[in-house]
C-alpha cells in the first residue's frame, strides 16, 4: 500500500478529488497543510505520492504548485483528476437558514458565493478561515461566532456531523478544479492510452524576435493540440520567462517525440513534467493518422539511407 499526500485537514477539496478515485482511496492518505509541503515530502521521500491542484478554472494556475514543479522539483506526473467544485452552505442540527448571522469559510470560498450572499444572506458578517475544511471544523467544534455556518465540501459536513442547509451556492456551477497526482521519477511514465497528455516546460536559449513563434511553429507543423500556454517568471531577472505548455499526445507517440526532439535540439531547453492519461472526452484520429504519416516517412528515409553506397577505399 502507496502513501499519498495531500492537502489537509481532512474534508477538503483535494481529498474530495482524491477520493473520487477508487483505487487512490485504496491507499494510505497523509494530510499536509499546503501543497509545496505535498511536493516536498514527495521528493523527499516520506510519501509516495502527491496529490495536488494545478489549475482551477475560475482562479487560473494554481502558481505556487506550478512554481514548486518547475523549478524545486523533480517529479512526474503520473495522472490527472478533474473535480467539479461545489460550494455548499453547512451549519449544526437546528440552526435553519434564517438563522444564521455569521458565515465562515475560506476567502475564495467567501468570493466565489458572493451572488447567494447578496440573495438569501445579505445580513450575514464573513469569517475568514485557513481553509474550508478548517471553518467547518470551527463551526462544529464551537470556536465560532453564535448562529454561524461554514462553506464547504460535502465530504467536510459528513466528517463533521454537519447539515447541508443549501448545496451548489457557488456565483459559477460549471468552475472545477484540475488536480495531478506525482511521484519521484523513477516511477517512470505511465504507458500510452490513447488518450494521453503531455506536461512540459519551455526554456529558450535566446530570447529573440519570433523565437516564441519558432517553437509553437513546430507544433502547429505537426498538427499537435495544446490545451495550455503560459507564460511563468524565470525568478532570475525581470523579463526573463518560461513556458508551461501542454500538449495532446504522449511522448511514445512518433509526432509527439519528434517535435520534442527538434524543440530540444535547436530552440530550448525542455523539462518533462510528464505524460499521463488526460480526462474527458477527445479524438485521437487526428493524432493516430499523424503518428502513422511519421512512421511511414521514416522508413522511407531509412530505405533510402540503407542504399548510400559505401565510400570507395583507395590503395
Given amino acids: 500500500m502507496a502513501t499519498i499526500a495531500y492537502l489537509g485537514p481532512p474534508g477538503t477539496f483535494s481529498e474530495e478529488a482524491l477520493l473520487s478515485e477508487a483505487d487512490l482511496a485504496e491507499h494510505e492518505l497523509v494530510d499536509l497543510p499546503t501543497f509545496p509541503d505535498v511536493l516536498a515530502a514527495v521528493a523527499g521521500g516520506r510519501t509516495d505520492l502527491g496529490f495536488v491542484a494545478v489549475e482551477?478554472?475560475?482562479?487560473?494556475?494554481v502558481n505556487v504548485t506550478v512554481d514548486a514543479l518547475v523549478f524545486e522539483h523533480d517529479l512526474l506526473i503520473q495522472r490527472e483528476v478533474v473535480l467539479p467544485i461545489?460550494?455548499?452552505?453547512?451549519?449544526?442540527?437546528?440552526?435553519?437558514?434564517?438563522q444564521v448571522e455569521h458565515?465562515?469559510?475560506?476567502?475564495?470560498?467567501?468570493?466565489?458565493?458572493?451572488?447567494?450572499?447578496?440573495?438569501?444572506?445579505?445580513?450575514?458578517?464573513?469569517?475568514?478561515?485557513p481553509s474550508t475544511s478548517d471553518a467547518a471544523r470551527m463551526v462544529a467544534a464551537g470556536e465560532c461566532p453564535?448562529?454561524?455556518?461554514?462553506?464547504?465540501?460535502?465530504?467536510?459536513?459528513?466528517?463533521?456531523d454537519l447539515e447541508v442547509l443549501t448545496d451548489s451556492i457557488e456565483d459559477h456551477p460549471e468552475n472545477a478544479t484540475r488536480f495531478v497526482l506525482v511521484a519521484r521519477p523513477e516511477a517512470g511514465l505511465p504507458a500510452p492510452t490513447g488518450h494521453d497528455r503531455t506536461s512540459i516546460v519551455l526554456f529558450q536559449r535566446h530570447n529573440a524576435p519570433g523565437s516564441l513563434h519558432a517553437i509553437l511553429g513546430e507544433f502547429a507543423a505537426r498538427g499537435l493540440d495544446l490545451t495550455k500556454l503560459e507564460?511563468?517568471?524565470?525568478?532570475?531577472?525581470?523579463?526573463?520567462?518560461?513556458?508551461?505548455?501542454d500538449v495532446v499526445g504522449h511522448i511514445a507517440d512518433e509526432v509527439v517525440a519528434d517535435c520534442l526532439r527538434q524543440v530540444h535540439a535547436s530552440l530550448a531547453e525542455v523539462k518533462l513534467l510528464g505524460c499521463y492519461p488526460a480526462t474527458g472526452e477527445g479524438s485521437d484520429a487526428r493524432r493516430a493518422e499523424a503518428t502513422q504519416a511519421f512512421r511511414d516517412a521514416a522508413a522511407w528515409v531509412d530505405a533510402w539511407r540503407q542504399r548510400i553506397r559505401p565510400e570507395p577505399r583507395h590503395p
Avoid at 231 to 240: D, F, I, T
Wanted: with cysteine; aromatic share 8%.
Fill in 86 to 98: 461545489h460550494q455548499h452552505l453547512l451549519a449544526p442540527a437546528g440552526l435553519g437558514l434564517d
Fill in 103 to 129: 458565515v465562515v469559510s475560506f476567502p475564495v470560498a467567501l468570493a466565489q458565493c458572493r451572488r447567494f450572499f447578496g440573495e438569501r444572506l445579505s445580513g450575514a458578517r464573513e469569517v475568514a478561515a
Fill in 146 to 160: 453564535p448562529r454561524s455556518a461554514a462553506i464547504g465540501t460535502r465530504l467536510a459536513a459528513k466528517l463533521y
Fill in 56 to 61: 482551477n478554472a475560475i482562479e487560473g494556475t
Fill in 231 to 245: 507564460s511563468r517568471p524565470r525568478k532570475q531577472a525581470l523579463g526573463q520567462y518560461c513556458f508551461l505548455i
